[in-house]
């Protein structure tokens, strides 16, 4: 923590008090100007301060003329800094100050951003959240909410700051680098989160609201409460699903358990999903007795519906190729399954299960004629035996055999008559 030596005047900066930047090719860190002379101030109005002489000025911001300058921090009355000693850089932020002029020197590099013209404009600042978005890297930003914390080249660490600085910008739209933990009491509604990749980028929620919301590009888990749009993530994790899900997903992948919101009565809609699950394993979608309908359009892999219990709903399932139990848990309700698919159904009594327009190696006895058929039964039927006896009329293959037929019979006339004219 920051101290201050009384007899010598020496104020210590300890490196754990400046905040990371980063590693390469040599340790920066940063003093925010303004939180030091807070914390100088605390420690000033403490039984030891109190006696001894101030050890700083400061100068707000002052607005003339429709331009607002910056803050000044001026150390006085003989104190001066020492920042303990090792071999890396300090960059001064915040304010003019001259705490480089009064720096005991050591290892340490000081790297003052003194500017007689330095000012403050609020459009100039908004002009430098670049897509206008506040950008959060949880490993490799810092606390605070001072500009320009929060832009591109200085990125908050947490997502309480990143709130605060887009309320003060107006915005509304965040860039996310790292695995964020949202347990604060800072709201998620209405906002817009983005993130180059879902690898190595996610958020674990605990319950909280992300209402309005739009998330992209991320990997999510835990448990959340209200209607959000989810593009191009990842749901769930192998040891962690994600829980209380309404709203729309678009391109996402499923792992784990995906939980549906049981206080739900709109529309749930998935459209070009996948699984992730390798293998003949599959991602659980638990209904978690929604009245909500459900459609899933153009989905791809396995999938394990469980918990469709309410009477009156209804699921429509689209399936590109992959694989689809219905549990024994479906106990009420209409399942729709369409595409290519193997369909295991194990639902209730009560679920109706429809499966016209599925096309499925197993269990084709909805096609007349091919009850019990293969899917290479069929491949054949149509291509490969194109005898009339054996083909359906009104079929490609019928087709197909009497084109072949009608041409076998006209060449046969034509090597007649080629004959009969040769003689």
């Not at 309005?212 to 959000?228: I, M, P």
């Not at 007795?289 to 394990?304: A, E, F, K, P, V």
Request: proline residues 2%; hydrophobic residues 35%; negative net charge.
């Amino acid at each position: 923590m920051l101290t201050i030596d009384w007899l010598t005047k020496v104020i210590f900066v300890p490196k754990s008090y400046t905040q990371f930047v980063s590693a390469s090719p040599f340790e920066i860190r940063q003093l925010d100007i303004d939180v030091f002379r807070l914390d100088l101030r605390a420690i000033e109005a403490d039984n030891f301060g109190i006696v001894n002489e101030r050890t700083h000025t400061h100068n707000t911001t002052v607005t003339v003329g429709g331009v607002t300058l910056a803050r000044v921090i001026n150390i006085v009355n003989g104190y001066t800094v020492t920042f303990e000693d090792a071999p890396y850089g300090v960059n001064l932020a915040g304010a003019n100050s001259n705490i480089a002029d009064v720096t005991n020197l050591n290892q340490v590099q000081i790297r003052s951003a003194n500017s007689a013209g330095l000012t403050y404009s609020k459009q100039i600042n908004d002009q430098s959240f670049t897509n206008g978005r506040v950008y959060i890297n949880v490993e490799g930003g810092l606390s605070g909410i001072q500009f320009p914390r929060g832009s591109l080249t200085d990125p908050t660490n947490n997502w309480s700051d990143a709130h605060t600085i887009a309320d003060n910008t107006v915005l509304n739209g965040y860039e996310l680098n790292g695995a964020l933990v949202y347990t604060d009491s800072t709201p998620m509604t209405d906002s817009h989160i983005i993130s180059k990749t879902p690898l190595t980028s996610s958020i674990e929620f605990d319950g909280r609201s992300i209402s309005g919301s739009t998330f992209a590009g991320l990997t999510l888990f835990g448990e959340v409460e209200g209607s959000a749009t989810f593009k191009d993530c990842v749901l769930g994790t192998a040891t962690s699903g994600l829980t209380g899900f309404e709203g729309f997903a678009s391109n996402c992948g499923f792992i784990g358990s995906l939980s549906l919101s049981s206080g739900s009565s709109e529309n749930i809609i998935f459209n070009n999903c996948i699984s992730l699950v390798a293998g003949s394993e599959k991602p659980i979608l638990d209904c978690n007795n929604t009245s909500s309908d459900i459609h899933i359009r153009n989905y791809t892999g396995g999938l394990d519906v469980r918990n469709f219990t309410t009477s009156g709903a209804s699921m429509s399932i689209d399936v590109i190729a992959g694989e689809i139990l219905i549990d024994s848990t479906c106990t009420e309700g209409t399942i729709v399954v369409r595409g290519v698919a193997r369909l295991e159904d194990n639902s209730g009594p009560n679920c109706n299960v429809v499966v016209e327009g599925l096309l499925d190696s197993v269990n084709l006895s909805g096609a007349t004629g091919l009850s019990g058929a293969t899917i290479t039964d069929i491949t054949n039927l149509v291509w490969d035996t194109l005898s009339a006896g054996n083909v359906d009329a009104g079929t490609f293959g019928k087709i197909m055999a009497d084109l072949l037929t009608k041409a076998n019979e006209e060449q046969h006339i034509l090597n007649v008559h080629t004959e009969m004219l040769k003689d």
